[in-house]
Nanobody, 115 residues
Framework: QVRLVESGGGLVQAGGSLRLSCAAS????????MGWYRQAPGKQRVLVAA???????SVVPSVKGRFTISRDNAKNTVYLQMSSLKPEDTAVYYC?????????WGQGTQVTVSS
Protein backbone atom coordinates (compact mmCIF):
# COMPACT_ATOMS: atom_id res chain seq x y z
CA GLN A 1 0.00 0.00 0.00
CA VAL A 2 1.38 3.38 -1.03
CA ARG A 3 1.09 6.05 1.65
CA LEU A 4 2.40 9.56 2.20
CA VAL A 5 1.02 11.53 5.12
CA GLU A 6 2.34 15.05 5.68
CA SER A 7 1.71 17.03 8.86
CA GLY A 8 2.98 19.95 10.90
CA GLY A 9 1.97 22.90 8.77
CA GLY A 10 0.19 25.95 10.03
CA LEU A 11 0.06 29.71 10.22
CA VAL A 12 3.21 31.41 11.50
CA GLN A 13 4.57 34.93 11.54
CA ALA A 14 7.60 35.86 9.50
CA GLY A 15 10.75 34.83 11.33
CA GLY A 16 9.02 31.90 12.98
CA SER A 17 9.67 28.18 12.76
CA LEU A 18 7.80 25.00 11.88
CA ARG A 19 8.71 21.34 11.73
CA LEU A 20 7.02 19.25 9.08
CA SER A 21 6.75 15.47 9.24
CA CYS A 22 5.98 12.92 6.57
CA ALA A 23 5.15 9.30 7.27
CA ALA A 24 5.70 7.12 4.22
CA SER A 25 5.02 3.53 3.33
CA UNK A 26 8.03 1.29 3.09
CA UNK A 27 7.67 0.88 -0.66
CA UNK A 28 8.34 4.60 -1.05
CA UNK A 29 10.74 5.19 1.83
CA UNK A 30 13.03 2.19 2.22
CA UNK A 31 16.45 2.62 0.61
CA UNK A 32 15.21 5.59 -1.44
CA UNK A 33 16.07 9.25 -1.45
CA MET A 34 13.29 11.46 -0.16
CA GLY A 35 12.45 15.09 -0.71
CA TRP A 36 10.22 17.92 0.31
CA TYR A 37 8.40 19.76 -2.43
CA ARG A 38 6.25 22.85 -2.25
CA GLN A 39 3.59 24.40 -4.44
CA ALA A 40 2.70 28.03 -4.04
CA PRO A 41 -0.62 29.37 -5.39
CA GLY A 42 -0.53 29.58 -9.16
CA LYS A 43 2.92 28.02 -9.39
CA GLN A 44 4.36 24.62 -10.17
CA ARG A 45 5.38 22.16 -7.51
CA VAL A 46 9.13 22.34 -6.92
CA LEU A 47 11.66 20.39 -4.92
CA VAL A 48 13.21 22.37 -2.05
CA ALA A 49 15.15 19.78 -0.07
CA ALA A 50 16.33 16.20 -0.52
CA UNK A 51 18.03 13.50 1.51
CA UNK A 52 19.58 10.26 0.31
CA UNK A 53 19.03 6.93 2.00
CA UNK A 54 22.44 7.40 3.61
CA UNK A 55 21.60 10.87 4.97
CA UNK A 56 23.31 13.21 2.53
CA UNK A 57 21.26 16.35 2.15
CA SER A 58 20.77 19.18 -0.29
CA VAL A 59 18.55 22.25 -0.39
CA VAL A 60 17.77 24.90 -2.96
CA PRO A 61 19.53 28.26 -2.54
CA SER A 62 16.37 30.10 -1.49
CA VAL A 63 16.09 28.02 1.70
CA LYS A 64 19.75 27.35 2.41
CA GLY A 65 20.63 28.08 6.01
CA ARG A 66 16.94 28.14 6.99
CA PHE A 67 15.57 24.66 6.15
CA THR A 68 16.99 21.33 7.28
CA ILE A 69 15.83 17.96 6.04
CA SER A 70 16.31 14.78 8.04
CA ARG A 71 14.96 11.24 8.15
CA ASP A 72 14.30 8.50 10.66
CA ASN A 73 14.68 5.19 8.84
CA ALA A 74 13.25 3.23 11.78
CA LYS A 75 10.01 5.22 11.53
CA ASN A 76 9.85 5.63 7.73
CA THR A 77 9.55 9.35 8.39
CA VAL A 78 11.17 12.39 6.84
CA TYR A 79 11.24 15.81 8.48
CA LEU A 80 11.68 19.39 7.37
CA GLN A 81 12.77 21.86 10.02
CA MET A 82 12.02 25.36 8.81
CA SER A 83 13.23 28.49 10.53
CA SER A 84 13.43 32.20 9.72
CA LEU A 85 10.32 31.71 7.65
CA LYS A 86 9.40 34.30 5.04
CA PRO A 87 6.07 35.12 3.39
CA GLU A 88 7.42 33.67 0.15
CA ASP A 89 7.68 30.29 1.87
CA THR A 90 3.89 30.14 1.89
CA ALA A 91 2.84 27.01 0.01
CA VAL A 92 1.47 23.51 0.33
CA TYR A 93 4.35 21.22 1.25
CA TYR A 94 4.57 17.62 0.06
CA CYS A 95 7.05 14.82 0.52
CA UNK A 96 7.93 12.16 -2.01
CA UNK A 97 10.87 10.37 -3.52
CA UNK A 98 13.55 12.61 -5.01
CA UNK A 99 13.78 12.08 -7.88
CA UNK A 100 10.17 11.02 -8.28
CA UNK A 101 9.51 7.35 -8.89
CA UNK A 102 5.75 7.46 -9.43
CA UNK A 103 2.77 9.76 -9.68
CA UNK A 104 1.26 9.24 -6.21
CA TRP A 105 1.11 12.24 -3.87
CA GLY A 106 -0.17 12.72 -0.36
CA GLN A 107 -2.53 15.51 0.67
CA GLY A 108 0.26 17.88 1.63
CA THR A 109 0.37 20.29 4.54
CA GLN A 110 -0.33 24.02 4.25
CA VAL A 111 2.29 26.47 5.48
CA THR A 112 1.25 30.10 5.64
CA VAL A 113 3.71 32.79 6.69
CA SER A 114 2.27 36.18 7.54
CA SER A 115 4.28 39.38 7.25
Amino acid sequence: QVRLVESGGGLVQAGGSLRLSCAASGSIFNNNAMGWYRQAPGKQRVLVAAITSFGSTSVVPSVKGRFTISRDNAKNTVYLQMSSLKPEDTAVYYCNNAPLRGDYWGQGTQVTVSS
